[in-house]
């Protein structure tokens, strides 16, 4: 079946902090988008806003729509407006913008955590703690669960353990918006269109591509960002297909598009 679509992965994928990866503006604006193939962001990222990684990605030099953006952000504001929670967020303030103000008339009746570094602290995770306690109704709403990701400087932690250490200290099972989940790639997917017609482009065996592959889509993964051959080797399911970069994967996409 043709590929018709393309989602992709923002950080380790297209860019790393300020830096985008060999050849991707190019590669995305000269021929991705002029192949016709429908275009689509897809990512974890929980330390900005859609607002702000929309301004960051335009300053690095890449021409997309906000509305191409499709973030675990977006998915969880969506969970937690359909649920009706107030949460107690543990975000940065960036990433708060993008969610519902808190409702002051009502108790606090669930944790949301995303990648929040400065909030990952005793104060912050005992208050956490304590409201899921309240009462066994009470969510905890992971925006992912990640374990790392790329920075300039490599690899650093992930807000996974955090999600985890708060499951073992409550007995709560968290909700798990974002990569890898089925729930976050079928809510991405473009709506005319079937799994077996769209690829996924990502740095992340697991959360990218595994997570793609196991709803029917086609997954490349590429060996820029957080990418580690341990990861690659650990998978059940191979990629479809293991490339250096991002620009590669256009080629690969254009190369089984048919004229």
């Known amino acids: 079946m043709p590929i018709k679509a393309a989602l992709i992965d923002l950080s380790g994928t297209l860019h790393v902090e300020d830096e985008p990866t060999p050849n991707a503006i190019r590669a995305l604006q000269k ?15 929980t330390k900005e806003s859609k607002s702000t990684l929309h301004n960051r990605l335009t300053k690095i030099g890449f021409n997309l729509n906000i509305e191409e953006i499709y973030s675990s952000l977006s998915a969880a504001v969506a969970f937690v407006n359909a649920e009706k929670l107030n949460p107690f967020y543990l ?35 005992n208050k956490a703690f304590n409201i899921l306690l309240q009462q066994k109704t009470h969510k905890l709403v992971a925006v992912h ?32 918006i974002g990569k890898p989940n089925p729930y976050f790639f079928n809510s991405a997917l473009p709506a005319t269109l079937t799994a077996a017609e769209c690829v996924m482009i ?16 086609h997954g490349v993964l590429v060996k820029t960002g957080k990418f580690l051959p341990a990861a690659l080797s650990a998978m059940t399911t191979p990629p479809t297909v293991v490339l250096d970069n991002f620009a590669e994967a256009v080629e690969w996409i254009l190369c089984k598009k048919p004229c």
């Open 31 to 45: 021929y991705l988008r002029e192949s016709g193939i429908a275009v689509k962001f897809v990512t974890n990222t």
């Open 202 to 217: 990502g740095d992340d065996a697991n959360d990218d591509i595994a997570g793609a592959m196991n709803v029917g889509m």
């Open 145 to 176: 669960q990640g374990k790392y990701y790329k920075r300039a400087d490599g690899l650093a932690l992930g807000p996974g353990c955090f999600v985890k250490g708060l499951e073992y200290a409550t007995g709560c099972e968290a909700t798990v």
């Open 91 to 125: 975000l940065t303030d960036d990433a708060r913008q993008d969610f519902p103000a808190e409702d002051k008339s009502r108790p606090l009746d669930s944790v949301v955590v995303g990648l929040a570094p400065n909030a990952f602290d005793y104060e912050h995770m």
